[in-house]
């Protein structure tokens, strides 16, 4: 079941995607304006063109996590290695906003073959609980940081190439994963008797979609009957969905495991981690750019700063998961978050860009060591022949995680912005919604008018930060304490390392 060759050798072979699969969400956030010119796309087309790859990919995990473990990781692996670089040439050559999101699409689907088969080999290449949790670490580190460089790559080659380069530089890191995938990688992971349950996965693909959907619509639109029915058409679908997998010999997603308090709430707290990081990632890059008045390159540099610290809070978690247990890593990890989120509370002006940085260096490194240290604990409770299904089911997880941290935090700011909004000529417009809305009518009031309006939108926006990252930092402290009952026991063991499934 091992490579012939170091571990760590195959460790960097799976970098490699994990590394192209996270920039793709953030990469498109400066190419947005080149391609809704070049292409002529409407307003809804370029939403689409952002939303189709994580819609597709949060659909599509759980049944290419147990695909995986029916054919092989690192076959999976290699197939959706050439998915990916098919979809990014023809997004790079889209001559139309249709084939675009068709492309991405692909893109896509390509990436929900990757990103569990990494983390199932991962399962496979380290059978030593303390090489894991330093892998699975080196693993949560690179996706993160993936995500963080993903506009600056894309602003640098914005300088000087076409807005299709941003997904050209996929395609040879994907052709170096194919040429060293079946030297590194070890190719006997898979169960050719393992069935993937095909209304499962429609049915899968009918909870996720509508829920995430639903939340995004709420957290930009405000409350509305439809996008709440569509949520809860989702929830319905999902209960359909876990009857199914109770009754099925072999399930999309087993269930049972959440019987185990210690697992279930493990996932609870991925979905936090994940609630942090990107409903606070929203709100900085709106204050970055919106009220200090960055360019979206600059704020993009700024917003990795903090990178430099981060990168070693996965590593320090996993020496300490391994020293003193996880309990202790996790609940240090999710209080290191909430004081980020209070210090980025504290704001009370509009010209705070070491608070910002401070309290973002805190939150990312505290939910950064959290993810992964979860991340190993749930990995390493799999049964080998499960690896890919459960590593997708964390996954799931986490996009659950971004999409509500997006709608609540989203949510409580524009619920404040508009309470804190006291300009009465503007109040029943565009501008006393939102901060977008007030800059843009800015532009159009003459004089000194324009700059009154933009100061008091900003002082709201700023009201509405706060009000939301005292919500963070309370989910945040609410989690750490059902962490320290859950993960120690009754008799206060901690979670141990095993390889056996959690019955």
Request: one cysteine or more; glycine letters at 10%.
């Amino acid at each position: 079941m091992s490579s012939p060759r170091s571990p760590w050798a195959g460790m960097v072979a799976l970098c490699l995607p994990m590394l192209i699969v996270s920039m793709d969400v953030s990469v498109l956030f400066f190419a947005a304006p080149f391609i809704a010119e070049d292409l002529h796309a409407t307003a809804e087309q370029q939403l689409w063109i952002f939303d189709v790859y994580g819609f597709v990919l949060a659909g599509l995990l759980l049944t290419m996590g147990s695909l995986a473990d029916r054919i092989g990781h690192r076959r999976l692996l290699m197939i959706g290695a050439v998915a990916f670089s098919v979809a990014s040439v023809g997004a790079a050559f889209a001559v139309s906003p249709a084939m675009l999101i068709g492309a991405r699409a692909l893109l896509a689907v390509g990436g929900a073959t990757l990103m569990p088969s990494t983390l199932a080999l991962v399962r496979h290449l380290f059978d030593d609980p303390a090489q894991r949790a330093k892998a699975v670490a080196t693993w949560s580190a690179v996706f993160t940081g993936g995500v963080a460089v993903g506009p600056i790559i894309s602003g640098l080659l914005l300088e000087h190439f076409w807005w299709g380069s941003v997904f050209l530089i996929n395609v040879p890191v994907m052709v170096a994963l194919l040429l060293v995938a079946p030297i590194l990688l070890p190719g006997d992971t898979g169960d050719p008797d393992r069935r993937v349950d095909v209304v499962s996965a429609v049915l899968a693909l009918g909870t996720i979609l509508p829920v995430i959907e639903g939340i995004k619509k709420l957290a930009a639109d405000g409350w509305s009957v439809s996008w709440l029915l569509l949520i809860a058409g989702g929830v319905i679908v999902g209960g359909l969905f876990v009857w199914r997998q109770r009754h099925l010999a072999q399930p999309l997603v087993d269930i049972s495991m959440f019987a185990d308090r210690r697992f279930a709430v493990s996932i609870w707290i991925n979905v936090v981690a994940m609630f942090a990081i990107l409903g606070n990632a929203i709100m900085m890059t709106q204050y970055l750019q919106s009220v200090l008045g960055y360019s979206p390159l600059s704020a993009a540099l700024w917003s990795v700063l903090p990178s430099v610290f981060i990168a070693a809070a996965a590593p320090a978690a996993a020496a300490g998961s391994v020293r003193f247990g996880r309990p202790p890593v996790i609940v240090i990890g999710l209080l290191t978050a909430a004081a980020g989120f209070a210090v980025i509370a504290a704001l009370t002006t509009t010209h705070s860009l070491a608070v910002v940085l401070v309290g973002a260096t805190a939150l990312a490194g505290g939910t950064v060591a959290v993810s992964s240290v979860i991340a190993d604990y749930i990995v390493g409770v799999a049964p080998a022949g499960r690896a890919g299904a459960t590593s997708s089911l964390l996954e799931t997880s986490g996009e659950f995680g971004g999409a509500f941290g997006i709608a609540i935090l989203g949510s409580v700011l524009n619920a404040v912005y508009r309470m804190s909004f006291h300009d009465a000529d503007f109040a029943g417009t565009a501008a006393g919604r939102s901060l977008a809305g007030a800059l843009a009518t800015a532009h159009d009031v003459v004089g000194d008018r324009g700059d009154q309006l933009v100061a008091q939108a900003r002082s709201a926006f700023v009201d509405g930060l706060s009000a939301a990252a005292w919500v963070g930092a309370a989910v945040l402290v609410a989690t750490a304490l059902l962490a320290g009952w859950a993960l120690w026991g009754r008799a206060g063991a901690q979670v141990p390392v095993r390889d056996e499934a959690v019955a």
